[in-house]
């Protein structure tokens, strides 16, 4: 059976995954990435898609920021599959809804709880600075630090293991409507995809996986730190139902 993934941003960009493959920037751990995804592509029929525009503008947004070379996004175009997810006629369980909306909902409940906490350390904070006659600076820096405390506290609490934008649902939406599995470093996407019944590649794994698809079919790629070699590549038979 032909197999199918649906990439998340982070399975481009993911900074485990650069360790992972010991490369020193995104932009090389992205052709290498891309390298792997022709490769899968040309010799195993394996296609990669990224929903599109979503994930597909983050990800540009991203080689763009790190001033990747023009090939990259050459590479980008190519080998990735870019497609919308049928929104309207994809089908998902009520009850993933019914979940869904009980966790965001306990996840505000919490995030209030956090606040309110923050609220009353930083009124003890300010009253006790008054008292001690300390400057407006210093009372600044003070809660500034609280502030950053809140900001990444809040953070976890609200966003950790969540859908949390519409990339994200994109994701699992395309990988639903193709049968197809996700690749992903999102915390809340490998939840949601493990909910969905969908099949989750980690992405720190995904290259490795490729790598041993392709020795397990004879052709020259290392499977360990080291450099993936090229091979020579051979024209694809024409297909029926997609192109590139």
Not at 180 to 203: C, Q, T
Request: hydrophobic letters at 40%; one cysteine or more.
């Amino acid at each position: 059976m032909k197999q199918r993934f649906v990439l998340d941003t982070t399975a481009i960009t993911d900074a485990g995954l650069r360790a992972k493959e010991r490369c020193e920037s995104l932009c090389e751990c992205a052709h290498k990435i891309l390298d792997l995804i022709a490769l899968a592509r040309l010799k195993l029929n394996i296609s990669c898609y990224i929903p599109y525009p979503t994930v597909y503008t983050e990800v540009v947004s991203f080689l763009k920021r790190y001033k990747c070379d023009p090939e990259v996004f050459v590479k980008l175009d190519t080998w990735l599959v870019k497609k919308s997810p049928n929104r309207y006629e994809v089908m998902i369980p009520a009850i993933i809804f019914y979940e869904y909306i009980s966790t965001v909902r306990g996840r505000i409940n919490k995030g209030r709880k956090i606040a309110e906490e923050f609220i009353w350390e930083s009124s003890a904070i300010t009253l006790k600075a008054l008292m001690e006659e300390k400057s407006k600076e210093d009372i600044e820096k003070e809660v500034g630090s609280l502030i950053g405390k809140f900001r990444d506290k809040y953070k976890t609490a609200m966003r950790q293991g969540i859908l949390d934008s519409p990339p994200d649902l994109d994701v699992l939406l395309l990988a639903k409507e193709l049968s197809a599995g996700v690749v992903s470093s999102d915390v809340g996407i490998r939840k949601w995809s493990e909910r969905l019944g969908l099949r989750f590649v980690e992405a720190s794994k995904f290259p490795r996986m490729i790598k041993e698809y392709l020795r397990m079919m004879g052709y020259d790629v290392e499977i360990g730190e080291g450099e993936v070699e090229i091979p020579e590549v051979e024209e694809l038979e024409e297909e029926e139902e997609e192109t590139i």
